[in-house]
């Protein structure tokens, strides 16, 4: 609801929406307010059932009660899909300018412009600390400091390789929590 909040999406695009995919990955066959369970979806043209677990990859989200292809467009650069049921902090040491609604999901109503301070005033090192990056933004307390970190665990790796007429596309996502890190998925050709 966040993050549709910080795109500009209705409201009443984004609760059911939001009730829809956590009934997706939920294993129960109660559907929240708004949301679909099995029944909804077997009731289609063509059946299929919730998934009752976590979200592979991002993609999966368009079979979704109320994923429309333009809601998809929207939201696609902001999601992820990680092989955990973990919280995954933002990282406010990798943050680009252009991602700071990421934290903007965590301050309704502050200014876009204080918001990229975050990334204006980072140090050549970065932060120490997420308190310490948020209070170089002029933020204190509160329970937003939880969802942001100053490393990262996944990452994504886009790659491209042609050789003579052949063009691969790649993508992969490292899991940087291990030791030695280690590719947890992989997918080769187009999005």
Avoid at 48 to 72: C, H, N, W
Avoid at 112 to 137: D, F, I
Avoid at 141 to 149: E, I, L, N, R
């Amino acid at each position: 609801m966040a993050l549709a909040a910080t795109l500009g999406i209705a409201e009443g695009d984004a609760r059911p929406l939001a009730a829809s995919i956590a009934d997706w990955i939920d294993q129960d066959q109660t559907p929240l307010p708004g949301g679909a369970e099995d029944d909804w979806y077997r009731a289609q043209p063509v059946p299929y059932r919730t998934a009752g677990r976590q979200i592979g990859d991002v993609s999966e989200t368009r079979a979704i009660k109320g994923m429309t292809p333009a809601l998809f467009a929207r939201l696609r650069p902001w999601l992820c899909a990680l092989p955990t049921v973990s919280l995954s902090p933002i990282d406010l040491n990798t943050l680009r300018a252009d991602q700071v609604r990421l934290v903007a999901m965590a301050y309704p109503g502050v200014p876009e412009q204080r918001l990229r301070a975050l990334v204006a005033r980072r140090p050549v090192l970065g932060y120490g600390s997420a308190a310490e990056a948020l209070a170089a933004a002029g933020f204190s307390g509160g329970t937003a400091g939880t969802q942001f970190a100053v490393a990262s665990r996944w990452f994504a790796l886009d790659q491209t390789i042609t050789v003579g007429p052949i063009t691969l596309h790649e993508r992969a996502l490292v899991d940087a929590g291990l030791d030695p890190p280690k590719v947890a998925f992989r997918s080769w050709g187009e999005e």
